[in-house]
């Protein structure tokens, strides 16, 4: 004979309740590792987030190295020269830089005797880096000073086969009236910069007539793919005139190209 405790264990009902009390513990042990491996995979986000912020800026801080590298180009061919109307006077190097941008530098130097750096002549076609640095003017006073921190100046302008060249000069010297001048010119239509500096001749005329006449001999070998600059340059040519030598002119009545810097317009 059964005992009722017996038949109560072994009852259907009994059955039903320990199946659903099983289901809902396996239910509870399911859902507490979901919410483990959830958790997890927050906490691993957030670390993840964390690092990535952290080298945030130094990601900033390579950028502006990135977007100022200028590499010289061996490979490239001249695309410029300087006619040459004494023999003895040759540029002492020239070189041409491209940049990860686009752009293109090609720049010629000249030193005197003693190796001493007298001028520079700076053509530059931009690509994508064209924000690369501050404005072209304090860029040119730089490169005429390096390291230097005095004040730059206009010193009027002068006439080329390119047009009107803006010139400038720094100031706080011992002898301003000695001071090598700075140029630029800038073209739109390409886009095209002609600058640098000269400290050659002996005075404000002779320092003015050569840069002219730099200018003047400057000449195209190759545009590549760009039929506007071939188009600047041909057109350029018809304005070309021969590099007269300086001589101090009577005064000019007009205070903007005079050869003394024009005082009215201030510092740049």
Same mark, same amino acid.
């Given at each position: 004979m059964h005992s009722f405790s017996a038949d109560q264990a072994n009852s259907p009902h009994t059955t039903r309740i320990h199946l659903a009390l099983t289901s809902f513990a396996d239910e509870v042990c399911g859902t507490a590792a979901r919410l483990i491996v959830y958790v997890v995979t927050l906490a691993l986000l957030v670390i993840g987030g964390i690092y990535l912020w952290d080298q945030l800026p130094d990601a900033t801080a390579m950028e502006p190295s990135v977007q100022n590298s200028w590499n010289l180009a061996l490979r490239s061919s001249p695309a410029f020269a300087i006619s040459k109307s004494d023999s003895q006077d040759k /540029? *002492?190097?020239?070189?041409?830089?491209?940049?990860p941008g686009g752009g293109r530098r090609d720049v010629f130097r000249w030193s005197a005797a003693d190796k001493k750096p007298? /001028? *520079?002549?700076?053509?530059?076609?931009?690509?994508?880096?064209?924000n690369r640095s501050g404005p072209a003017i304090a860029e040119i006073a730089a490169r005429m000073d390096p390291g230097g921190m005095r004040e730059r100046e206009a010193a009027g302008v002068i006439d080329s086969k390119f047009g009107a060249v803006t010139l400038l000069r720094l100031v706080g010297g011992a002898d301003n009236s000695r001071s090598c001048l700075g140029f630029i010119k800038r073209i739109d239509e390409p886009n095209f910069r002609i600058s640098g500096w000269s400290c050659q001749g002996d005075n404000p005329v002779a320092r003015r007539a050569a840069i002219s006449c730099m200018l003047n001999r400057l000449i195209l070998l190759t545009a590549g793919n760009d039929p506007k600059l071939a188009e600047l340059f041909a057109h350029a040519e018809l304005r070309r005139s021969d590099c007269a030598p300086a001589t101090v002119p009577a005064l000019s009545t007009d205070w903007v190209t005079g050869a003394e810097n024009p005082r009215l317009r201030g510092a740049l």
């Open positions: /540029a *002492e190097a020239y070189q041409i830089f491209r940049h007298i /001028a *520079e002549l700076e053509l530059y076609r931009p690509g994508g880096e064209l």
